[in-house]
């Protein structure tokens, strides 16, 4: 079955950098487009970065434009994001996603704490 399984937050400083990983398994990586989704308290989940299934084009939110890099590694069925410039606003519960035909799948989601 489908399986998507983060990892790699935890609690980094203002300025500082993490790398999320979302681990795939149970379906054909390479030709699936992948998303990284987040959730603060109290907010809705929105829409951080995705990739593309038909090139390799990326486009990212507003708001992680020019610190956040979405990337595949479809050797390793293994989906990241090097976040950089982190602020306390990243703070959130970060979520991997793939869509596959009709269906959709969350992995557990890896917390980032930004903070001094």
């Known amino acids: 079955q489908v399986q998507l399984v983060e990892s790699g937050g935890g609690l980094v400083q203002p300025g500082g950098s993490l790398r999320l990983s979302c681990a795939a398994s149970?379906?054909?990586?390479?030709?699936?487009?992948m998303r990284w989704y987040r959730q603060a308290p109290g907010k809705e989940r929105e829409l951080v970065a995705a990739t593309s299934s038909l090139d390799d084009s990326t486009s990212y939110a507003e708001s992680v434009k020019g610190r956040f890099i979405i990337s595949k590694d479809n050797a390793k069925n293994t989906l990241y994001l090097q976040m950089n410039s982190l602020k306390p606003e990243d703070t959130a519960l970060y979520y991997c996603y793939a869509r596959l035909g009709w269906s959709t799948y969350w992995g557990q989601g890896t917390q980032v704490t930004v903070s001094s």
């Open positions: 149970g379906f054909t990586f390479s030709s699936v487009a």
